[in-house]
């Protein structure tokens, strides 16, 4: 069975919704297919202790500003996952759930998303899906023969208490995950380079303005602006700087193979482990889009703005900074929603 409508949005997480607000504000038809079970995106597969950078109304969607959390300046990840199943409803948004999309493919004049729930032909198809569901593994010699776990298996510093633990990664997953299991477990906390931590009083908003500006001075060809990377890599949120002010952050240097039994460094030096928790980032989660073949070498689709520049009826939200400024977190989410729907419009004749 086949569905028609203006505009299909693959993803139902903070980005999908964002562009499902300003396509309901232009009257488009539309749906938006989300393969979770329920409401809040990855925000409800996060760890315990996880809370946002910035105050819940620096936090928002667009349309509806975040309520704050009793007791909480930053809000914690259950508060979010509320906050997104109430924004559903609000705006009575279309989400279609659990529905997994398989590709999309040219058809015609239209696009063609192919789902375990039928097919949906649409005019333009923003894809959503974010990057959680694509942890990154580095490639690193050896074998080891305890625990492996990235950062999206991670939940509680209960399950390591007594154990030994390698947490490998210097940004802020990294930081706040060893932060998590310094007090109760033996941590080794292992980063590419020394740790650099933004100043204490920089929180999510400065985030983003550093990032509005990086892509405003580039997109005017100029090349001064450092944005995010020029404040450092993690932020001192209250957890990270309590332990790292009471000597339980310490960094060891990358190492050079994995051991049975741990790892090993380049000098001869060991440190055994029952597990290894690799918070090393993620990758775009693309592979719907491969039919449609326009990855280029390095695997990222090029875009101008959030559309793609091989298939203008394709936008790309929520992946980082290459679809908009800070345009993975909640605060950056509406600008370039706003700017893809806009597009889409006009390419529709709305």
Known sequence: MTSSVDVVVIGGGQAGLAAGYHLRRLGLDFVVLDAQAAAGGAWQHTWDSLHLFSPAAYSSLPGWLMPAQAGELYPDADHVVT????????????????????????DGTHLRAVTDSGDYRARAVISATG???RPFLPAVPGEFGGRQLHTVDYRSPRDFTGQRVIVVGGGNSGAQIAADLAYD???TWVTQRPPRYLADDIDGRALFDAATARRRALDEGRTDGGGVASLGDIVAVPP???????????????????TDSGVAWADGTRAEADAIIWCTGFRPALAHLAPLRLRGSRGRIRTHGTHSADEPRLHLLGYGDWTGP???????AGRPAREAAREIGELLGR
Do not use: C, N
């Not at 906050?83 to 040219?106: A, D, I, M, N, T």
């Open 83 to 106: 906050y997104l199943r109430e924004y559903e409803k609000r705006y009575e948004l279309p989400v279609q759930r659990p529905v997994r999309v398989s590709g999309v493919h040219g």
């Open 326 to 332: 800070a345009s993975a977190t909640l605060i950056g």
């Open 131 to 133: 990057t959680w569901w």
């Open 240 to 258: 990270v700087r309590a332990a790292r002010d009471a000597g339980l952050l310490k960094a060891s240097p990358m190492f050079a193979r994995l």
């Open 185 to 187: 477990s033996d941590l």
